[in-house]
């Protein structure tokens, strides 16, 4: 069975999607591994980053994204097909990688999630579809060593569908104040659901993202969180620090073509922390 590893932070932009991304290219790429991106946010930014907008709005008008599958939830209908929804060897390196697949979103994914968490009891999880994901990818999950999930900034009905199919998952953080304070209900509420339906979802650690190494808020709450993972139980901060840096912003391009991933990240910086980053994550998923 695959790795399953959700992104995951309640607070927004703090580079989920980008890590996400990144991460998904060196496994496969690097470490020629099969993975998976399960892009359960609306505003399918981990979708248009993998395949051009235009070849989503096709999918997404023919029922091959996750909407569809949502909508079947609510709806009772059985249209959502998980093996046409899944696009294979998608990304601009190369015209696609091979090995790296995408379950796209929808931007129709907002409507239905207000439905679906009508019919949910968040208390313990008995009533509603939280395991609706699990039961439509078991036989598709196999096939992959890594999938990863970039959440929506919530922990809504959607997000706790992906972290119901979780073994671990990950918290990236823009090292500032709020963020840090961000981190405990995360916790909590990941416990908190894993307790109730029975799971152990590991927290595989928090990765310090768009780091500004100039700033002395960056540096200091960089050092703190390092020392509040020892006093509060924090899970560990991965070694590397991913910079705030403009080549990894443009990488968001899926329509740039380019043969490497030296060339989609840049050298001199970018690549180098995500190759290491990469290398961390398969160190402590393996631990
Ligand atoms: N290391 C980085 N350097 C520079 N820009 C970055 C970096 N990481 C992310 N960004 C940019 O910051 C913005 C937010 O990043 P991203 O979309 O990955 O965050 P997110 O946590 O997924 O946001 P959301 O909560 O909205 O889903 C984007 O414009 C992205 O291009
Ligand atoms: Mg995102």
């Known amino acids: 069975m695959p790795t399953v590893t959700s992104i995951i932070n309640l607070k927004g932009g703090v ?3 980008t890590l996400t991304i990144a991460l ?6 690097e470490h020629h ?4 991106v399960i892009d359960l946010d609306p505003q399918t930014n981990a979708t248009v980053c993998l395949i051009p ?3 989503w709005k096709q999918r997404d008008e023919t029922g091959r994204t996750l909407y569809q ?3 079947d939830q609510v709806k009772g209908t059985r249209r959502f097909n998980v093996d046409e929804a899944i696009v294979r060897d998608v990304s601009n390196i ?3 990688v091979r090995g790296l697949d995408l379950l796209p979103s929808s931007l129709r994914l907002i409507k239905v999630q207000d439905r679906v968490t009508q019919l949910t009891d968040f208390e313990n999880y008995e009533r509603g579809p939280i395991f609706a994901m699990r039961d439509a990818l078991g036989e598709f999950l196999p096939y992959y060593d890594h999938v990863l999930i970039d959440c929506p900034p919530s922990l809504g009905i959607i997000t706790l569908n992906g972290l119901a199919i979780s073994d671990s998952y990950l918290i990236p953080v823009v090292p500032d104040l709020l963020s840090v304070l961000g981190i405990p209900p995360i916790l909590d509420r990941v416990d908190h659901f894993g307790m109730a339906t029975r799971r152990n979802i590991r927290a595989l650690g928090i990765i310090i993202s768009k780091m500004r190494a100039q700033t002395l808020l ?4 960089q050092r703190r969180l390092r020392e509040d993972f020892v006093d509060r139980r924090f899970p560990p901060v991965f070694q590397t620090i991913i910079p705030e840096s ?4 443009e990488a968001a391009n899926v329509l740039a073509p380019v043969h490497t991933l030296q060339q989609k990240y840049g050298t001199g910086g970018p690549y180098e922390d995500l190759s290491e980053l990469t290398r961390e994550y398969l160190a402590n998923v393996a631990r």
């Open 53 to 55: 907008e235009n070849e």
């Open 69 to 71: 599958f949502f909508a």
């Open 24 to 29: 998904a290219h060196f496994l496969a790429i």
């Open 33 to 36: 591994k099969r993975v998976l």
């Open 246 to 249: 403009t080549r990894i912003a």
């Open 94 to 96: 190369g015209g696609g």
């Open 218 to 221: 960056h540096n200091e709450m």
């Open 15 to 17: 580079g989920k999607t």
